[in-house]
């Protein structure tokens, strides 16, 4: 089913139909949500996560996440405390992924949990991605892109990444929030923030413990989303070699925005980023980004971009 080239189909009524007939079948496909486009396969399928993980390159020790239907799907793959019924009640569907102890049947593939006793689940707001779960039941999906790159935000994104690894991209136009989900592990009543993200932390309303060291869930390497330039943070100025992102009043060669609205922001910084990859320019300068709201997701992303191996 996987050759040289990578379909691109819009994501209609026969696009997801394709696409469901593909994940059934045991292969990858890269779809749509409201964060990011996700790099999708059966999450019961053991053939099919090794999939995944070859087609990113992505290590085996860093887990996926598992993106369900509703409260009711993932009470078959994870413990549910009264707290994480809770954020799932007011989060769900959207860009909240919990980690909570696995069912110890749960009909996952012992690879979506890297040999972690949790499972990270999401209910993704974005309607393809709800429909190939109706069609195909709960789906592991990372990020469409190869390990440790730049997110996709567009279809062209993953296909510049990706082409030739997978079979199918449904294609939906660009992401609304254009950032990863946060990430919150619960154990009991206790929560601790793993990864910021399109869900700012203040809003949760919970106190959020500090994580310690490790991989306890997706998007915790040191060296992630980077682009193959260099990146410098916190530039308020950058010469002639540089492609400047800025922010506010640093306007750069791309504002991502010029209000300083951190929302707009965060939509616009893969988006950014990607068009600075390709700007032919040596390195990359960013504005500085206030550390509040989604600027604490911004500069989680922006950190881990700037950090080589």
């Known amino acids: 089913m996987e050759g040289p080239t990578t379909r691109v189909l819009a994501a209609d009524a ?14 990858v496909v890269a779809a749509p949500t409201e964060t990011v486009y996700g790099l999708a396969a059966r999450a019961a399928d053991a053939d099919a996560v090794a999939r995944i993980y070859a087609a990113k390159g992505r290590p085996d020790f860093n887990p996926l996440i598992v993106h369900v239907a509703d409260i009711d799907q993932a009470a078959t793959l994870v413990e549910l405390p009264d707290l994480a019924v809770r954020l799932m009640s007011r989060f769900w569907p959207g ?7 696995a069912r110890r049947h749960a009909k996952v593939a012992a690879a979506v949990r890297a040999g972690l006793p949790t499972l990270a689940v999401r209910c993704p707001a974005h309607p393809v991605m709800q429909a190939l779960i109706a069609g195909a039941g709960p789906l592991a999906a990372p990020s469409a892109n190869r390990s440790g790159r730049l997110s996709p935000t567009r279809a062209e994104h993953v296909l510049a990444s990706l082409d030739g690894r997978i079979p199918l991209i449904l294609d939906a136009g660009p992401c609304a929030a254009g950032l990863e989900s946060t990430i919150v592990r619960i154990e009991g009543d206790t929560a601790t923030l793993l990864r910021p993200g399109a869900i700012a932390a203040e809003r949760l309303g ?12 997706p998007g915790q390497l040191a060296s992630h989303y980077a682009p193959r330039q260099p990146l410098r943070l916190d530039a308020r100025t950058a010469g002639l070699d540089a492609f400047h992102i800025g922010f506010g009043a640093v306007r750069g060669d791309r504002s991502l925005s010029l209000s300083g609205d951190l929302d707009e922001a965060a939509a616009a910084l893969f988006e950014a980023l990607h068009e600075a990859e390709v700007s032919g320019r040596a390195t990359i300068a960013v504005a500085p980004i206030p550390e509040r709201g989604l600027g604490a997701a911004i500069n989680d992303r922006l950190r881990r971009a700037a950090t080589r191996d």
């Open 14 to 27: 026969a696009g997801v139909a394709a696409a469901v007939r593909l994940l059934n079948g045991g292969y």
């Open 206 to 217: 919970v106190r959020l413990g500090v994580a310690a060291p490790g991989i306890a869930a």
């Open 95 to 101: 860009a909240l992924t919990l980690v909570l102890p």
